[in-house]
């Protein structure tokens, strides 16, 4: 008797599928370039849009890098991600080569990460740095950050550097560093002393500033500087939108 062949196991490819894009789609990920060369694409994500993992019918910016894939390639792929509120600066490696140089420049905190952001009034001290640990947790579908003793099971180190740029009657625009790369950081460190950002309903942000409706989470990701995976050092921003720009100039911030 002849012995059964096993058959062999499938070879599952790891790379993600094509996303087909609308011209819409199309068109919407292309204005957003704000730098690009061999290596990285730069990119201005707006408020509103997910980084990556969205639900829902719309397609995430992740999907939406398809845009720029070359025949035979793959896609950029994204270096960090954007709270899906928070606008601003967004890195993409165009390379293998490149995403594992950036990805290893992450971890080694060689990437450094610049925000604003509005809240109601301005911290006291007007600049210091929070050192919170923070762990993950879990309500229904939503995932949310909370301070916790250094010594919790799940505790994260999480480290953020503050420092006030203009003052208002009703309102204070604050410079962001964080040292660390925690979910949600900066929006639960704020909110740990007593100034969460405006519009940020989830951690106890106002939702109206001397009777100005806020819009959207108030916090923008204005710069990175980072090491290039071609030598050298790399600085890029983001301009902030006119929503949040609006509002700066309304409160008297800038």
Same mark, same amino acid.
Request: with cysteine; net charge positive; aromatic share 4%.
């Given at each position: 008797?002849?012995?059964?062949? *096993?058959?062999?196991?499938?070879?599952?490819?790891?790379?993600?599928?094509?996303?087909?894009?609308?011209?819409?789609?199309?068109?919407?990920?292309?204005?957003?370039?704000?730098?690009?060369?061999? /290596?990285?694409?730069?990119?201005?994500?707006?408020?509103?849009?997910?980084?990556?993992?969205?639900?829902?019918?719309?397609?995430?910016?992740?999907?939406?890098?398809?845009?720029?894939?070359?025949?035979?390639?793959?896609?950029?792929?994204?270096?960090?991600?954007?709270?899906?509120?928070?606008?601003?600066?967004?890195?993409?490696?165009?390379?293998?080569?490149?995403?594992?140089?950036?990805?290893?420049?992450?971890?080694?905190?060689?990437?450094?990460?610049?925000?604003?952001?509005?809240?109601?009034?301005?911290?006291?001290?007007?600049?210091?740095?929070?050192? *919170?640990?923070?762990?993950?947790?879990?309500?229904?579908?939503?995932?949310?950050?909370?301070?916790?003793?250094?010594?919790?099971?799940?505790?994260?180190?999480?480290?953020?550097?503050?420092?006030?740029?203009?003052?208002?009657?009703?309102?204070?625009?604050?410079?962001?560093?964080?040292?660390?790369?925690?979910?949600?950081?900066?929006?639960?460190?704020?909110?740990?002393?007593?100034?969460?950002?405006?519009? /940020?309903?989830?951690?106890?942000?106002?939702?109206?500033?001397?009777?100005?409706?806020?819009?959207?989470?108030?916090?923008?990701?204005?710069?990175?500087?980072?090491?290039?995976?071609?030598?050298?050092?790399?600085?890029?921003?983001?301009?902030?939108?006119? /929503?949040?720009?609006?509002?700066?100039?309304?409160?008297?911030?800038?």
């Amino acid at each position: 008797m002849r012995a059964a062949h *096993a058959k062999a196991p499938q070879k599952t490819s790891r790379e993600p599928q094509p996303v087909r894009l609308s011209p819409e789609e199309t068109a919407l990920v292309r204005s957003l370039v704000l730098y690009e060369d061999a /290596d990285i694409l730069a990119l201005a994500k707006p408020a509103g849009l997910s980084s990556q993992g969205g639900r829902g019918q719309v397609n995430t910016l992740d999907e939406l890098l398809w845009a720029f894939a070359k025949p035979g390639k793959a896609r950029p792929r994204l270096i960090h991600r954007l709270d899906r509120d928070t606008s601003g600066l967004i890195l993409a490696a165009k390379t293998k080569p490149a995403a594992g140089f950036l990805g290893k420049a992450l971890m080694k905190r060689k990437v450094f990460k610049t925000y604003r952001a509005i809240v109601a009034d301005s911290p006291d001290p007007p600049q210091g740095i929070v050192e *919170a640990p923070l762990r993950r947790e879990e309500v229904g579908r939503e995932a949310w950050m909370r301070p916790c003793a250094p010594d919790h099971p799940d505790a994260e180190a999480a480290r953020t550097r503050y420092r006030t740029v203009s003052r208002g009657p009703a309102a204070a625009l604050l410079e962001l560093e964080p040292e660390t790369g925690r979910m949600h950081q900066i929006r639960v460190h704020l909110a740990a002393i007593g100034r969460p950002i405006a519009g /940020d309903a989830r951690y106890g942000g106002a939702l109206a500033l001397a009777g100005h409706r806020v819009p959207r989470l108030m916090l923008h990701a204005l710069a990175l500087r980072f090491p290039h995976p071609a030598g050298g050092e790399k600085r890029l921003e983001a301009p902030i939108p006119p /929503d949040m720009a609006g509002l700066i100039a309304t409160l008297g911030l800038g």
